[in-house]
């Protein structure tokens, strides 16, 4: 992800300083015009704005805090922007410890995967103070189309988290749905046509509902991640006392399906957890 | 349901003989041109197409089946049209009973509730033979727009449990998402509004989201009556060799709801089963 949203960051105009613990990627968009940089550190020590984009809320909280993190490189009215998906309560320890030295941070996860990194089309969901995020708008803009932002620190991690139990429980029902009408003598794809036309219609019926037809399960979004996601999620439930009884268990059958060897399938996959379609 | 759709029948130049358990809406019908019969077995002597609109599936064997009901009044190449939401085995026997008896019998179960009723812009779902379905057609367009024939005998009504089962799925995804984004301290208001831009969207999140967000939740459709719809679907399940999770989980929630005095209540308070939004 980081990749093509970096190249279009410099197709904006912006003048980049990288650094990826793998080294390929760097040393593609150093080739590029990108400044290779040793460290998070460094890259802190040669930017006004850092952006982050990791795996999970451990990687990020290793890459910001560490012995050569971006908070050992930072200075008074540096903005940090954290683009992985991480648990909201990390995403708010962070922000405050940057504000401590002087520097604001936002969270800015998104959606819209590879496809949405490369055309510059990604979700952004912000977290943060009004005037940064205003701030940062002309750099979100380069990477991204739908921008909003819904609340102060951790707030982006929660839509995220809230966007990721939608997108799971609605493959869930589109999957029990298809199956049912397959095993009960209905045409599948008809169904799905016809409910295109009311209150069943949803992207995830459009989209994911012909993946399951075409037994398609070439990814798009591995099951593997989502399920990660869920568990921000459910472990966000616990943190704010909500009942999240869906998302519990659409987790658990995402748990046997990369149980059976699944975690790299796209994640309209879950509809096997019902048996063959 | 009934009285706005034989009103549209009318609009579109049929000639309709209509009865009603309880008297009042056939009373009206009567007096805005409709001819007053008094049982099913009369209206079927007096028609060529017989339209049941009623609340389950032991309502419509008692209409079809019992002493004074359709079939003691069908005579042959009679067209029965069952657009109440009944179990899809229920649809496949009675079909059978009037195909031994020379007439031809589809099942078109719709979705738009009393709204789609008047305005004539009902959502059918029709199983049934092909040949059967075309004579049909004009019938259906005087009622409804989204009109598409999902398969055999039954298909129809598997369809509308589809609907059903994924209508409830996303209002449980829904509903768990804008509990998290309030208890977690975004603006339930502004994530749904992100989140109606990508895979998330629906024609859920965009209705019920916007009433559980109002708490508005004067019905639309009830619980009651979705619940209902619930265990035909998931009683379909049992018979089809079809395990439904989410499906059972929504309806036991349901359930808890009823229990508690939101019967009456837009389907849409699911989300209370979460505690407050």
Same mark, same amino acid.
């Given at each position: 992800m980081g990749r093509p949203m970096a190249r279009n960051l410099m197709r904006a105009g912006y003048k980049l300083a990288v650094h990826n613990r793998s080294p390929q990627p760097q040393q593609e968009l150093e080739s590029e015009g990108a400044i290779g940089a040793g460290s998070p550190r460094e890259v802190a020590t040669l930017s006004d704005i850092v952006i982050t984009m990791l795996p999970d809320s451990s990687d990020v909280e290793a890459v910001l805090t %560490?012995?050569? %993190?971006v908070l050992a490189g930072i200075t008074k009215g540096m903005t940090l922007i954290d683009m992985s998906t991480i648990a909201p309560g990390m995403a708010r320890r962070l922000a405050l410890q940057a504000a401590e030295m002087g520097a604001d941070m936002l969270d800015a996860p998104v959606s819209g995967g590879e496809i949405g990194a490369i055309n510059a089309s990604l979700s952004i969901m912000v977290g943060g103070k009004e005037e940064v995020f205003h701030r940062c708008l002309p750099v979100f803009q380069a990477m991204g189309k739908?921008? &909003?932002? &819904? %609340?102060?620190? #951790?707030a982006g991690q929660i839509c995220k988290a809230c966007n990721q139990i939608i997108v799971a429980g609605t493959i869930q029902a589109v999957s029990e749905a298809l199956v049912l009408a397959r095993k009960a003598g209905a045409d599948p794809a008809m169904v799905r046509q016809a409910l295109? #036309? %009311?209150?069943?219609?949803s992207r995830i019926l459009e989209v994911h509902g012909q993946r399951m037809l075409d037994r398609d399960f070439a990814p798009g979004f591995r099951l593997r991640l989502h399920l990660k996601d869920m568990k921000i999620a459910l472990s966000a439930g616990r943190e704010y006392g909500v009942v999240l009884p869906g998302s519990a268990l659409v987790a658990e059958l995402m748990e046997s399906l990369i149980a059976k #060897?699944? !975690?790299?399938?796209?994640?309209? !996959?879950? &509809?096997k957890a019902l048996g063959d379609l």
């Open positions: %560490g012995p050569k %993190g739908n921008i &909003v932002r &819904v %609340g102060e620190s #951790g295109m #036309g %009311g209150f069943a219609q #060897g699944c !975690a790299e399938e796209d994640h309209s !996959a879950l &509809v």
